[in-house]
């Protein structure tokens, strides 16, 4: 570790209504691996883009090596040595492999393009990062994993210095994570600087050496990993005590009452094997994985999203068949989707017509719910979710990640089902929506009898307040996990394999 | 001031604004613009032809609404019209005596019928086979006009029947002329749907997230086609209007270029061309504004094939307008006036 | 059958061999059922009829391929017709001088075009929609009439034939036409300028990422469709040795169904150039099938075209659906 690489310098960013950035500062040595972290509009993603010359800055300094710096579009912060890997791996899908690390720079001889020298040195580069890939197939033909990695040796054949890794391990199971790091501290020992923009505690503490805080657009301070307890950590980002988090569970794990949903023996080709499941009223049920390992797969089994090709369903006793979400609907069964952004919201629709969407399908276009019944519906459901909305008139759009979340809960919560499935309603979530959504996931199953699936990454999350945990590996379901069973060990175990 | 603002970025106020200019150079530049005499019980006057003849386009923007709101687009409606026309005139007959084989309606319900059916058809391809909607709808244009020459054998198709002329002109004893009850008619029967149903929520959804809509339950593939019918049957009637106005089938001509003259009336409403929330307000004003353009310019003197330069221009400065650019130039201007203030 | 699915249907170049194939299986129709089709004059006729169709393709394959549109193509095609021949009866300059000059007027028209749709982010379909309004608007301002070209430079090699066999010859258009495309593959495939335009047509928001000059190339993209359609327009003066308000209506669409027939991808980022020249030929030898028959109207072209077009469409959305399948499994 040495001078520093990168200094930015009380960066002032505004928008319309919102100060984004205020004062901060940013510093980065070559060689070393740099966390930012930040709840929700902490400011992160803007003080990236600053850097990276998607925005330009209203006030600040940035210096690279010592000499000032201003780059006004992505281009130029590339030619300053700063690239990116963002979270939606940004290459193009119809280009080869080859392509994607060199366009923009193809090697020429004679005036043209020498696509031998580019096929080449593609394949130089990603023996190097351990890659075995075909350099001259399209980049659509392989998995996000992959991708992120031709995302990286584009930014090395660049001669990056600064390397920015944006919530890099979002769709990465542990192997390809465990894969990405050894490239990354390869990178470092290299001499670059690796900025790591993630939610994922415990990969920071895994893979960095230094953790900028940002809380509300302003600076907290810079502090040395191995001298921040995670605990420390976790307060400044949120700036209140962590007591809070812990009493969510406060009462106890909810008890399960009648049997609501059988699936026996339920196959999906590319899906999920043989599913043996059974849900009851009134108890928290989680979906306990690596990434792959088929939980969203199976959750969409039981909402018609897709279709059993072998065994069967069976609500209440009776067989059942989903042929689409909104016959899954008409049995009182919900589903949140994973991603709220693609699957969620309807962005430019207000927040009111967002909530009640689901109410409205299920009751078809032709029984249109009248307007003040409309708000009647969406001032209750902001009210007792505490979404924080100026108005319901609000277009969803405006709202932070967690607010957003809180809404499409609510509109499955209008539809009053007796089957709530919730695929990784926390993710990209600050601490405090975290807990408060985790709260209300046990309060519906105790106070409401409601049968509830919850699927997360996060362990602790599912450890405090499932029921029962169902362990799923290879799209098979491995293991299921009761009472004085849940815990981090035992769960870790499962999935791993050999329980 | 931000009064001020509000009303500059509401949808309407570009379309209301190009109409307002319009009239009020009218009023100066033609003599007699406004006015309407009251003779042997029907109204006549500049401003009535205008109606008249926007009424056929006001009914094919409502059908475009709907499909753009989707996210599609329906560039086959031209070539329906002229299927349309070839239909109901083949069906009447072009007996010199005045007339007609088949009863007035029935000949009608069967030409919009058989738009109906080609409102299907780019439905069917659309939503059920997944293919582009511009690529889809290409297919319909491009045949359409080759379908409504074999209905008419390669002929224009003239009709002495009288009554038929009544669709695109005047009933005898109505003050107005039939295209405008027909497309208020129109019009009041989107309002109503909108009202009382969903269906307006619906396709705002599919339009700007088809598939968080499939998720809460929404059958995406109905609506989709939904919209399809509606711009068929749209077609359809605009049709017989174009028809009637002429007494005759000319499927060559009946109706060229119409659905580009839509997609502009919907564009200048407001709704954006790749989908989401719409305008139907808009897309009236719209079309009587651009017809309104159309009228004004012959008045002055422009002839049929130059008629399209000053379309193009006016089309362009108001997309111009309506740009995000010019938007940001005029919102940064007062915003960095709120900063330096702060 | 997986080792088919795998090499045949994932193949880049499947889609092409099928237009390959069906212009094969339709020529073989053809001479099957006319003697006149053994002539080698009838291929080369094909391209002599449809040359300005040719380039025209080509012009509106780099718009469709950057993910956009461009139907002013048609007009284009008239204004440049209108130009010459105005410009070569009303005034003293030579052959060569007018047609550097219409060349020069396409290129300005596709720079406008392709300024407003980068610069304001307007949509292409409405822009090149005024540019058509425009173009055919400002066709009929220099002329509601015909206009005739006499020059004798030019009806020299309007009517010169180049002989690439005894019994078959080749006008000079279809030769401009071939140099043309060559041009223009070589550029796609060896410049940076046409790996850029693939790159913006796979994903627009990456290629801005990457840093790649997304403004630029989109401008430099459309007067390259501009200039395709004031050459496919002066190969058109050079067939109709006229200017006239109503040549070349539709155009566009017969490009675009050309293109589409030939592989490409309506959506952006995918297209072959060799295949969209196949694409021309097909609309080409229905054409002449028609002619030949004699007994078949002449709406019945458009109904055929539309059906292919619709056959192609429909082959090519279940390509890219099972292709990516196929991926997916991998």
Known sequence: MSEPLLIMRGIYKYFPGVKALQNVDFTLRAGEIHALMGENGAGKSTLIKVLTGVYPRDAGEVLMEGTPIAPASPLEAQKAKISTVYQEVNLCPNLSVAENIFIGREPKKAGRIDWKTVNRRAEELVRQLDLPIDVTKTLDSYAVAVQQMVAIARAVNVDAKVLILDEPTSSLDENETQRLFAVVRRLKERGMGVVFVSHFLDQIYELCDRVTVLRNGELVGEYEIGKLPRMELISKMIGKELGNIQSVNAGGAPQAGEILLEAEGVSAFGRIQNLNLTLHRGEVVGFAGLLGSGRTEAAELLFGLARPEQGALKLEGKPVRFSSPLEAMRHKIAFCPEDRKVQGIIGDLTVRENIILGLQAKKGAWSHIPIKEQERIADEYIRMLQIKVSSPEQLIRNLSGGNQQKAIIARWLVTEPDLLILDEPTRGIDIGTKAEIQKMIVQLAREKNMSIVFISSEIDEMIRTCTRLVVLRDRKKVAELTGGEINSDRVMAAIAGGV | ?342 | MSWIRKNILGSRYFSFGITVTLFLLLYAVGMANYRGFLKPQVFCNLFIDNAALIVATIGITFVLLIGGIDISIGSVVALTCMTIAQLLDKTNLSAVTVTVLALAMGVLFGLLQGWLIAEFNMQPFIVTLAGQFFARGLTAIISRDTIDIVNPAYTAVASARIYLAPKAFVSVGAVIALIALVIAALVLKYTRFGRNIYALGGSEGSAALMGLPTRRTKILTYMVSGFCSALAGVIYSLIMLSGYPLHAVGMEMDAIASSVIGGTLMSGGVAFLPGTLFGVLIQGIIQTFITFQGTLSAWWTRIIIALLLCLFIVMQTLIVRSRRRIHAEN
């Open chain 2, 1 to 342: 001031m931000n009064k001020f603002r509000k009303l500059i970025s509401s949808h309407l106020f570009l379309p209301l604004f190009a109409l307002g200019l319009l009239l009020i150079f009218n009023a100066f530049a033609t003599p007699g613009f406004f006015h309407i005499q009251f003779q042997n019980g029907q109204l006549f006057g500049r401003i009535i032809d205008i109606l008249n003849r926007a009424s056929v386009l006001v009914i094919l923007s409502l059908g475009m609404t709907f499909v753009i709101a989707t996210g599609g687009i329906d560039i086959s409606q031209g070539s329906v019209i002229a299927i349309s026309g070839a239909v109901c005139c083949s069906l009447i007959g072009g007996a010199g005596d005045g007339t007609a084989r088949m009863p007035l309606v029935l000949a009608c319900l069967i030409a919009v019928t058989v738009c109906m059916l080609c409102g299907v058809w780019n439905g069917f391809l659309v939503s059920t086979l997944k293919i582009q909607p511009m690529v889809a709808t290409l297919i319909l244009m491009t045949a359409g006009r080759g379908i409504a020459m074999l209905i008419t054998a390669g002929q224009n198709v003239p009709v002495y029947y009288t009554p038929f002329t009544y669709i695109g002109n005047t009933i005898p004893g109505s003050p107005l002329p039939t295209t405008i009850y027909l497309a208020i008619g129109m019009v009041l029967l989107v309002v109503l749907v909108q009202k009382k149903t969903s269906v307006g929520l619906f396709i705002q959804t599919v339009g700007i997230n088809s598939k968080a809509a499939h998720g809460s339950g929404l059958n995406v593939n109905s609506i989709v086609f939904l919209v399809y019918i509606f711009s068929g049957i749209c077609a359809g009637i605009a049709g017989l209007m174009d028809a009637s106005m002429i007494a005759a089938a000319d499927p060559n001509n009946a109706g060229l270029n119409m659905e580009l003259d839509a997609i502009l009336a919907v564009a200048l409403g407001g709704t954006l061309l790749s989908g989401g929330k719409y305008y139907i307000s808009g897309s009236i004003i719209g079309a009587i504004t651009i017809q309104t353009l159309t009228t004004t310019l012959y008045a002055l003197g422009v002839s049929s094939e130059q008629l399209p330069v000053c379309k193009a221009l006016v089309v362009i400065l108001i997309c111009l307008l309506q740009s995000d650019k010019v938007k940001r130039l005029l919102e940064q201007r007062s915003y960095r006036k709120a900063v330096d203030q702060a």
